[in-house]
């Protein structure tokens, strides 16, 4: 084991402890399957091109702010080619509309 790899072992074991003790739960992938966490790492990854890449941000405030902004508008207003050139919450709407119609439950 190099001295690097010891390093990173241990911020890893240390970011694990502050997770759970803040009642967080990691998501991590089955073996072998390098797709769990595919959506996921898309949406980061659209979220740093699109909101914070060449930003600068004077305080962890203003960034967070621009974050939820921007996650704001990707909800109700950006229009996603996966979900039919609608946005989620039109998605969702038009998906809990159809449901009701053919009398399914649906939970909020």
């Known amino acids: 084991m190099h001295h690097s790899d010891r390093g990173s072992q241990y911020a890893a ?3 694990r402890k ?3 003790a803040r009642g967080i739960t990691v998501s991590m992938s089955r073996k ?3 797709w769990d966490n595919a959506p996921m790492e ?4 659209t979220l740093k091109v699109e909101c914070v890449h060449g930003e600068h941000f004077r305080t ?3 960034a967070q702010q621009a974050i939820v902004e921007y996650i704001g508008y990707c909800n109700t207003l950006r229009r996603h080619s996966s ?3 609608v ?3 039109e998605f969702e709407r038009r998906w809990h509309a159809s449901a009701i119609s053919l009398g399914q439950r649906v939970s909020p």
């Open 13 to 15: 074991r240390h970011y």
């Open 60 to 62: 962890r405030a203003e």
């Open 42 to 45: 898309s949406a980061n990854g």
């Open 32 to 34: 072998g399957n390098c």
């Open 83 to 85: 979900l039919g050139n």
């Open 87 to 89: 946005s989620p919450a």
């Open 18 to 20: 502050v997770l759970e």
